[in-house]
């Protein structure tokens, strides 16, 4: 779903682990790295989007994750002119996002990235929360850090003890 402005409506799923670390994929045959995300579809809740793209591409379903929270508001990221098509209609000139930050409960053989025949990612690795910012390509790098920025003190809570109930 693309709004007024050219901007598709999209999720982010940051899933993080009991260590504090988030889970980085690789896309399929390429060395870009990055978080989960996908598209929300007419008629369906960011909530409902997450769920759906988290067994999309993760294998995962609800009884995997926990909701830690959420980035108020959209982010959002333009695209590359270069990767702009102008031949769609209507045209997307970027992404505007809303992102989740999960607990991940389940166990890691859970994470099956071959569900679907398509998959979007071919390898994923547990890395330091941080390291996503570095590695990301450069036009998602500043919603990267806001999305970050904001959900960090969710994982620090959780690894402190502080977190409540």
């Known amino acids: 779903m693309i709004d007024a402005d050219g901007f598709r409506l999209n999720v982010g799923i940051i899933l993080s682990n009991a260590h504090g670390q988030v889970l980085w994929a690789r896309r399929c045959g390429q060395e870009a790295w990055q978080f989960p995300q996908g598209g929300i579809k007419l008629n369906e809740t960011p909530r409902q989007a997450l769920f759906r793209e988290l067994h999309e591409e993760l294998g995962l379903t609800s009884r995997h994750v926990r909701i830690m929270g959420c980035t108020?508001?959209?982010?959002?990221?333009?695209?590359?002119?270069?990767?702009?098509?102008?031949?769609?209609?209507?045209?997307?000139?970027g992404q505007k996002q809303v992102w989740f930050l999960l607990n991940f409960v389940g166990e890691e053989h859970h994470i099956q990235l071959d569900r679907y025949a398509t998959p979007e990612f071919d390898h994923w690795q547990w890395v330091d929360y941080w390291t996503p910012l570095h590695q990301v390509v450069a036009f998602k790098r500043g919603v990267y850090q806001r999305a970050l920025t904001e959900l960090a003190p969710l994982v620090l809570a959780r690894l402190t003890g502080m977190e409540q109930s």
């Open 72 to 93: 108020q508001g959209w982010l959002r990221y333009r695209l590359p002119k270069n990767l702009i098509r102008h031949d769609r209609k209507p045209v997307c000139i």
